[in-house]
Nanobody
Framework: QVQLVESGGGLVQAGGSLRLSCAAS????????MGWFRQAPGKEREFVASITWSGGHTYYADSVKGRFTCSTDNAVNTVYLQMNSLKPEDTGIYYC????????????WGQGTQVTVSS
C-alpha cells in the first residue's frame, strides 16, 4: 500500500522560506512522478510542481517558477519542495501525490501540511 506523509509546513513571514518533505513508501517509485499541489481556503486545489523519481525532471506552475524547487532523495524515498520568497498568496494546504509516468491522474495522496504566509 502506497503511503505519502508530508511534513515541514508552518507559519512564516512574507519573503521567508520553508522546505516541505514527502516521505513515500509502499513500492519502488522509479517509474513514477511526484506532484505537489495546494489548496487555499475557498479555492480549488491547484498544481504547484512535479518531479520524476528517475531523472529528476521538474515542472512548475508559473506562479511559483523561480521561487520553488523540487528535489528527490531516492535513498530515503523522499521528495522535497523548497519554497523561497514566500508570498501571502502561497498560503494553503500543500499535498504531495504520486502517479505513474504513463497516466496523467495522480492515484495516491498525502494528508497535507499547512503553510501560512503572513504579510
Amino acid at each position: 500500500q502506497v503511503q505519502l506523509v508530508e511534513s515541514g509546513g508552518g507559519l512564516v513571514q512574507a519573503g521567508g522560506s520553508l522546505r516541505l518533505s514527502c516521505a513515500a513508501s509502499g513500492r519502488t517509485f522509479s517509474n513514477y512522478v511526484m506532484g505537489w499541489f495546494r489548496q487555499a481556503p475557498g479555492k480549488e486545489r491547484e498544481f504547484v510542481a512535479s518531479i520524476t523519481w528517475s531523472g529528476g525532471h521538474t515542472y512548475y506552475a508559473d506562479s511559483v517558477k523561480g521561487r520553488f524547487t523540487c528535489s528527490t532523495d531516492n535513498a530515503v524515498n523522499t521528495v522535497y519542495l523548497q519554497m523561497n520568497s514566500l508570498k501571502p498568496e502561497d498560503t494553503g494546504i500543500y499535498y504531495c501525490a504520486v502517479r505513474t509516468k504513463a497516466t496523467p491522474q495522480y492515484d495516491y495522496w498525502g494528508q497535507g501540511t499547512q503553510v501560512t504566509v503572513s504579510s
